[in-house]
């Protein structure tokens, strides 16, 4: 069995956005986070997802303050090219335009 793999990102995000960006990627179980709840668990045969969500202080950006969160995934259970792939698409859920 592999170990376990881990990823943390701290995102510019608030609950209600993160859970946002969650129903994209996972579907209704993500609307949880929304309601205050600050771990989502999901299994699914031998494949486990943990996502922990800690609030942060606020970011200040000159008279702006970001809302600040850091959300750690553990995946068991995944092959690494799976959990890479989930790792892109984690990505790319929160990914933001600029210019």
């Known amino acids: 069995m592999t170990e376990p793999i881990r990823f943390a990102k701290e ?3 608030t609950r209600e956005s993160l859970a946002r ?3 994209r990627l996972l579907g209704p179980r ?7 709840e600050m771990k989502l668990e999901i299994a699914e045969g031998t494949k486990r997802l943990v996502l ?3 609030e ?3 970011r200040k950006f000159g ?4 809302p600040a969160l850091k959300v750690t995934a553990t995946l068991s259970g995944y092959a690494p090219a799976e ?3 989930f790792v892109r698409a984690f990505e790319r859920a929160f990914q933001r335009g600029g210019g």
């Not at 993500?30 to 205050?36: F, K, M, N, P, Y």
């Not at 008279?63 to 970001?66: A, G, S």
Request: proline share 8%; hydrophobic share 45%; net charge negative.
């Open 11 to 13: 995102m510019a995000e």
């Open 21 to 23: 960006g969650l129903v």
């Open 30 to 36: 993500g609307e949880s986070i929304a309601r205050g």
């Open 52 to 54: 922990d969500v800690e």
């Open 56 to 58: 942060m202080p606020a």
């Open 63 to 66: 008279p702006v303050d970001l």
């Open 83 to 85: 959990a890479e792939s």
